[in-house]
Nanobody, 122 residues
Framework: QVQLVESGGGLVQSGGSLRLSCAAS????????MGWYRQTPGKERELVAT???????NYADSVQGRFTISRDYAKDTVFLQMSSLKTEDTAVYYCTADLVLASATSITLRYWGQGTQVTVSS
């Protein structure tokens, strides 16, 4: 069994900063890409940022230059540093990990965290 546990969400004023963390644990052989998605009511879940096992990062245009994704490879943890936050960044943020289980090394599965609320007030 695999768990992704997120932390760091909360309420912040526009222009402020927050740092999200997500730690993966369980029967993991290896982790490829880790990332963050977000969702607001009535909208589809959208990509925020990803970081591959080799360190390559990818950002949504809407957060480029304001958000930074990083990983602690030793601790199977991914971070999202969010700065210059805007009210439109308000959403539930979900962590993802594309990983290989120790019990099934021939396939890669995507796991999701439970989500953490980020609210940016004006």
């Amino acid at each position: 069994q695999v768990q992704l546990v997120e932390s760091g969400g909360g309420l912040v004023q526009s222009g402020g900063s927050l740092r999200l963390s997500c730690a993966a644990s369980g029967n993991i052989f290896s982790i490829n890409t880790m990332g963050w998605y977000r969702q607001t009511p009535g909208k589809e879940r959208e990509l925020v940022a990803t970081v591959a096992s080799g360190g390559r990062t990818n950002y949504a245009d809407s957060v480029q230059g304001r958000f930074t994704i990083s990983r602690d490879y030793a601790k199977d943890t991914v971070f999202l540093q969010m700065s210059s936050l805007k009210t439109e960044d308000t959403a539930v943020y979900y962590c993802t990990a594309d990983l290989v289980l120790a019990s099934a090394t021939s396939i890669t599965l995507r796991y999701w965290g439970q989500g953490t609320q980020v609210t940016v007030s004006s």
